[in-house]
């Protein structure tokens, strides 16, 4: 059957060219931007990070008993190891420019730790914080254990080379797109801060950075920084002249610029050590909740590594270098634990959004960053400062920053067949699977204050919690499984997953530009060879 067209010619109804790498990033993983910019970028990327390192303790350490006092020292010591864990991980791991922050698997079972009753007995609430910081501690440190080993023995290495473009878009797509009750409704809290910011941010970054013909796009490679700087005086302006004063108590938290408590309570100096609440304690049922989120921090991780893959330019990543990369996400999960950070390590998801935003996907830039979050960890009245920032500005930057994540999954669908009723089939339910489930399991535990799982075992109760709480967990369980096992003997169904695309990626040597994005530095390949 003819179809008619009109005016053009037939080159104009050719479909876009698959791309291997991202086409249009300024700086690709192993090349960087002149060290003044590298600088300032690195230093925007600590900005974006900090956020949910405060989220998190400010969610927890109350809990814990901690006040004021304990807040900071806790974000000053996940600073300082995420300094170290990042640094690993560019070294190291991945080679990737991701950032390793907190993690907000982990918050389910350490929320269960600190509402054991064994924690009762301490009246101090002192003395409750650190009894409950001891029992994460040995929590994480036991944890740890499921990362490293799936790492470093390479079972993340066998499934990665199951892995299909199909499964993967979920996976991806999901790891930004599940994290959508952190944007708008935080956002939302204190609307004429929040709002602002993600205004001026859209307005900086797409619409007037298109508009600027100058091949240095800096209003849009600094945007973050640009909108958190005015915004930031904007909401001070309003402190300062009384806007909040007759306001409720959780305005006053959400909006005002003063309501931190963290610059009063940093120490100007202080370095964090490890074991400084007292030595681990260990729980069979801690460890075990525990363990499942360091599972679920695995998944989001990989989402993330290959997101932030597609933003540095780089080919896609070999299975050995993943799973490599989780073995020292496990090194850094066991630096959690034995620092004490309060809560466990993944792949930041912001900052893998970042890297779109700016188009800069340097490894050396985040590198920096990772020198930043040292330095300011130990100074820790200026690294209070940052911290100190409006959240609902945060949830602001995550609406932009999540949303680059969960394009990047989308953008791997330029490698399967979507006129095949077994990939539409795979891709809509493991993406509305891993949407509906979640949902559903965390607007329990909102309502009754527990998952819908009510056996005698809390242990259990909340690994099941923590695994289906997770969308990109979800998803991912779910699009490879049916991926590995629907339609498996047609000769088509490799072709419609895309694997063909990915075969060249499955061993280490199988593509030569491996080495350029993924060679591990100071010629250590002779001895820790990949596969």
Known sequence: MAVGGGGGGASEFQPHPVKEQHPGVDFCVSSSPAWPEAILLGFQHYLVMIGTIVIISTILVPLMGGGNVEKAQVIDTFLFVAGINTLLQTLFGTRLPVVMGASYAFIIPIISITLSRRFSVFTDPRQRFKQTMRAVQGALIISSLVQMIFGFFGFWRILGRFLSPLAAVPLVTLTGLGLFALGFPQLAKCIEVGLPELIILVVL??????????????????????????????????????????RSLKTQISCRTDRAGLISASPWIRVPYPFQWGSPTFNAGDALAMMAAAFVAIIESTGTFIAASRYGSATHIPPSVLSRGVGWQGIGTLLDGIFGTGTG?????????????????????????????????????????????????????????????????????????????????????????????????????????????????IWFNDIVQVLFSSPATVAAIIAFILDSSLGRGHSSTRRDSGRHWWEKFRYYNQDIRSEEFYGLPYNLNRFFPSF
């Open 205 to 246: 970054s797409p619409y007037i950075s298109s508009m600027i013909k100058s091949k240095r796009a800096i209003v849009d490679r600094y945007a973050v920084l640009l909108s958190v700087a005015i915004v930031w005086v904007y909401a001070e302006i309003l402190t300062v002249a009384g806007a909040y004063n007759n």
């Open 345 to 457: 390590s993944t792949a930041s998801v912001e900052n893998a959004g970042l890297l779109g935003l700016t188009r800069v996907g340097s490894r050396r830039v985040v590198q920096i960053s990772a020198g930043f979050m040292l330095f300011f960890s130990v100074l820790g009245k200026f690294g209070a400062v940052v911290a100190s920032i409006p959240l609902p500005v945060v949830a602001a930057l995550y609406c932009v920053l999540f949303a680059y994540v969960a394009s990047a999954g989308l953008t791997l669908l330029q490698f399967i067949n979507l006129n095949s009723f077994r990939t539409k089939f795979i891709l809509g339910f493991a993406l509305f699977m891993g949407l509906s489930v979640p949902q559903y399991f965390n607007n329990y535990l909102l309502i009754s204050g527990r998952g819908p799982l009510h056996t005698g075992a």
